[in-house]
């Protein structure tokens, strides 16, 4: 059961004395959004190095002049370390990513179920500490030569396992503070701790990447555990706490059906199935996973994240060693360069936000991005390589167009479908619904990058067309609730042609 600590009643003694209600919402729902901002991006931070890393467990030798302590002997793998210095390095590297994601995707649905049940800020400051303490383990593999997969593999499973606390804990957290007014817009910034951990990461890990890449994983980790220790001291995981009213009460009057700052799936012939799901709010139990799939909408965008994520997640641990690869560029250059896909990742989050706002139809958005996307994958592939000028700008557009449905998904949509009318104001589902919907996100984040280390083996423009062929899967999963949505439109629009002015 969440509680003030002494810390927490002297910060709202010392900062909040005097201050009227609203002012203290507004005080305390700055704080929530601006430390799980950082919460999220340090996460962020600590799941980046692999890509940079991995640059330099395995490359081309060829060329290299070898230190005078080293005997090159005719070994073509002189400079990498093993295991990853072997023919088939990308599969095993595609292993080490794909061991994480899939511990991740396992961890995610039973930490959703847990985040409803404690503490949230116990759960995300713990959740933080072991995360640092597993990426700190991957880096000492170098600094203490341990050349075992088993033991990088492992390190990768206790860090998946220790970071699938972040999503669930932060979405819950942030959606018991706000309402869903303007959650697009919010929700698009807020998401742009996803983008600027992956920068900061890549930043981070590149500086240490061509000396020593324990440090890749080690000041990531530490970064991750500091802020885990202030989210233990200051973070107030839900209003009632401070015996201030909960945002959603209000929020689940209003139907669905009638908002354009809502979703709106549900037409007079869906009345029957909402009346199917429980009903739980006034006894505020925490929703059953079953009760969560019964959400209209739940599956249908958890099954588009499974493909969306899976392109996001390619791109995110293997977008380094593709620029490698491409061109001419070294790790560092090409880790660096890989950044502007996650400033396209920030645009992207806020341009789809807004969109939702706006017109009150999310999967309509995300179909219309992804239709997009497809067509720019194709054009990043075939021609980025003719000017440097070019590879910037398809970067930051492919950015924008991959990571804007995925952030809209995890975040706006996941909360909306987290307060769903049907649940009567019980904020209780929040964490539950994100892990499902991130959840099989994930496990689609841990099947992309494995096929593509296997996929690059034989040609790279294979992975570019799984690639096209997961997006179109993805829009294809929403068109049932594009539909809706423009039936809804056309019936509101109706409905307001004929009202009386």
């Known amino acids: 059961m969440a509680k003030l600590t002494i810390i927490h009643r002297a910060i709202d003694k010392l900062f909040c004395t005097g201050l009227h209600q609203s002012q203290k919402i507004l005080a305390y729902k700055a704080l929530i959004l601006s430390l799980t901002f950082f919460v999220y991006c340090s996460y962020h931070i600590n799941r980046k190095p692999t890509s940079v890393v991995k640059n330099v467990l395995n490359r081309n030798c060829t060329g290299l002049i070898p230190p005078k302590n080293v005997s090159v002997d005719g070994d073509p793998y002189w400079c990498d370390w093993e295991p990853f210095d072997t023919d088939d390095s990308s599969t095993l590297l595609g292993f080490v990513d794909s061991s994480f994601l899939f511990a991740y995707a396992f961890g995610i649905f039973v930490?959703?179920?847990?985040?409803?049940?404690?503490?949230?800020?116990?759960?995300?400051?713990?959740?933080?500490?072991?995360?640092?303490?597993?990426?700190?383990?991957?880096?000492?593999?170098?600094?203490?030569?341990?050349?075992?997969?088993?033991?990088?593999?492992?390190?990768?499973?206790?860090?998946?396992?220790a970071q699938s606390s972040g999503w669930p804990g932060v979405v819950a957290a942030v959606g018991k503070w706000y309402g869903k007014s303007s959650r697009g817009f919010i929700f698009g910034v807020w998401n742009s701790h996803v983008s600027i951990g992956n920068i900061?990461?890549?930043l981070i890990a590149a500086a240490f990447v061509d000396s020593t890449w324990s440090m890749s994983f080690i000041v990531p980790g530490i970064i991750i555990a500091a802020i885990g220790v202030i989210v233990l001291l200051v973070m107030v995981p839900e209003p009632s706490l401070l015996g201030l009213p909960d945002p959603n009460e209000d929020d689940g009057e209003s139907s669905l059906s009638s908002s354009s700052s809502t979703i709106s799936y549900i037409g007079k012939e869906k009345e029957e199935e909402i009346k199917k799901v429980p009903e739980i709010a006034c006894e505020e139990k925490a929703i059953s996973i079953i009760g969560a799939l019964r959400i209209p909408g739940v599956i249908e965008f958890s099954l588009c994240l499974f493909f969306a994520k899976l392109v996001s997640y390619t791109f995110l641990y293997w977008l380094p060693n593709y620029i490698k690869y491409s061109t001419s560029f070294g790790a560092s250059e090409s880790a660096n360069l890989s950044t502007l896909f996650d400033v396209g990742g920030i645009i992207g989050g806020?341009?789809?936000g807004i969109l939702k706002d706006f017109t009150g139809r999310p999967a309509t958005t995300c179909v219309g991005m992804l239709l997009i996307a497809v067509p720019m994958l194709f054009v990043y592939y075939q021609f980025a390589y003719v000017s440097f000028g070019l590879i910037v700008f398809l970067l930051v557009v492919l950015g924008v167009l991959v990571n804007g449905p995925y952030s809209l998904i995890t975040t706006a949509v996941s909360a909306d479908l987290g307060t769903h009318e049907s649940l009567k104001g019980n904020a209780k589902a929040l964490a539950t619904v994100a892990a499902i919907i991130d959840g099989t996100g994930s496990i689609g984040a841990a099947v992309g990058p494995l096929l593509a280390g296997t996929i690059s083996e034989i040609d790279w423009g294979y992975v570019f067309y799984m690639l096209m062929a997961s997006d179109v899967l993805a829009l294809l999963l929403l068109l049932r609730l594009v539909v809706r949505e423009t039936q809804e439109f056309l019936r509101n629009r109706r409905t307001r042609h004929h009202s009386p002015v």
């Open 350 to 352: 806020i341009l789809a």
């Open 111 to 161: 930490s959703g179920a847990i985040a409803e049940r404690m503490d949230l800020r116990i759960f995300l400051g713990v959740g933080m500490l072991l995360s640092g303490c597993f990426n700190v383990m991957f880096g000492l593999g170098y600094t203490f030569g341990i050349h075992q997969l088993w033991y990088f593999l492992l390190a990768q499973i206790l860090s998946g396992l």
């Open 200 to 202: 900061l990461g890549t």
